[in-house]
Nanobody
């Protein structure tokens, strides 16, 4: 089993920056990702990264503003969020796949409990 614990969320002003972290424990995982779920909306993938960190995926809404990275030696996943806007307000979830070579946008087996990000205008 894998345990994922997110941290770093909070209340921010528009235009600011925030860094989310996800601590992973347990077995080795493949792709990891950040999802978000805004009030009244479905959960959607924001960014994803492969095991080696050499390939990333970003949704169109965050491309150029967010950077996903991982440190396998520390079992950590990060999401650097810049140029924050109120539309980014959501609960952000860390997710991981139990296998290698999967799709970036689906097929995640493990989930964290989420961290709330609120961006005020």
């Amino acid at each position: 089993q894998v345990r994922l614990v997110e941290s770093g969320g909070g209340l921010m002003q528009a235009g600011g920056s925030l860094r989310l972290s996800c601590a992973a424990s347990g077995r080795t995982v493949g792709n990891m990702a950040w999802f978000r779920q805004a009030p009244g909306k479905e959960r959607e993938v924001v960014a994803a990264i492969n095991r080696g960190g050499s390939s990333q995926y970003y949704s169109d809404s965050v491309k150029g503003r967010f950077t996903i990275s991982r440190d396998n030696a520390k079992n950590m996943l990060y999401l650097q969020m810049n140029s924050l806007t109120p539309e980014l307000t959501a609960v952000y979830y860390c997710a991981a796949q139990s296998y290698f070579g999967g799709s970036f946008t689906g097929g995640y087996d493990y989930w964290g409990q989420g961290t709330q990000v609120i961006v005020s205008s």
